[in-house]
């Protein structure tokens, strides 16, 4: 009975140092002994737990999108006005990148690449379902009169998504402003303008 949480918990930390090493060298440059020696072992004994470096990416990123879009579904169907979602939906987004820090720079740096194999194909679903959580939310909050009627949607929703998700090039956890401040920075900037 205990084994199982020991090697859970074995799993978890290579998936976290192969997370670490694919956001930090890219996952074409880094190899699977380069995991194995990070983590201390054999390059042998890593493949007693995932068969390829290909099945730990695809499942740091499942898991941690898997998270995400959860978050966002419930921020969808919510009650909460139309403005409210669209803030609650940039916190989760800075929250994101701030506790997983190494997935979103792996979804970044890496979702075109691993695209082009069959077994990647979710990464561009995923791209649709983020495009339709933040057009849902821009296209409410304009219906509701929460946003300008004069907004280009389609340009609003490039730049809100630029704009969170570059951070995680520049952010870093523990830093002056934590991500709950960059957040409120943001939105200040986003919804109320930077004049005065």
Avoid: C
Wanted: net charge negative; charged share 25%; aromatic share 10%.
């Amino acid at each position: 009975m205990t084994a199982q949480p020991v090697a859970s918990s074995r799993r978890d930390e290579l998936l976290a140092i192969a997370a670490e090493l694919f956001a930090t060298k890219g996952f074409k440059n880094t190899t699977v002994r380069d995991i194995a020696d990070s983590a201390g072992i054999l390059s042998g004994s890593l493949y007693h737990h995932f068969d390829s470096k290909e099945s730990m990416v695809d499942e740091i990123l499942s898991t941690f999108q898997d998270e995400l879009f959860g978050k966002y579904s419930e921020i969808l169907a919510g009650s909460a006005d139309p403005r409210a979602k669209l803030e609650a939906v940039v916190r989760v987004s800075f929250e994101a990148i701030d506790q997983h820090r190494n997935e979103v720079a792996i979804f970044q740096n890496e979702a075109d690449y691993l695209g082009t194999f069959d077994r990647f194909a979710y990464l561009a679903d995923r791209n649709q379902q983020s495009r339709d959580v933040w057009m849902t939310l821009l296209n409410e909050g304009v219906s509701s009169g929460a946003l300008r009627k004069d907004l280009d949607i389609e340009l609003v929703y490039r730049f809100i998504r630029d704009t969170v998700w570059v951070a995680v090039r520049w952010y870093r956890p523990g830093a002056k402003l934590s991500h709950h401040d960059i957040a409120d920075q943001y939105l200040t900037i986003l919804l109320d303008g930077i004049t005065s």
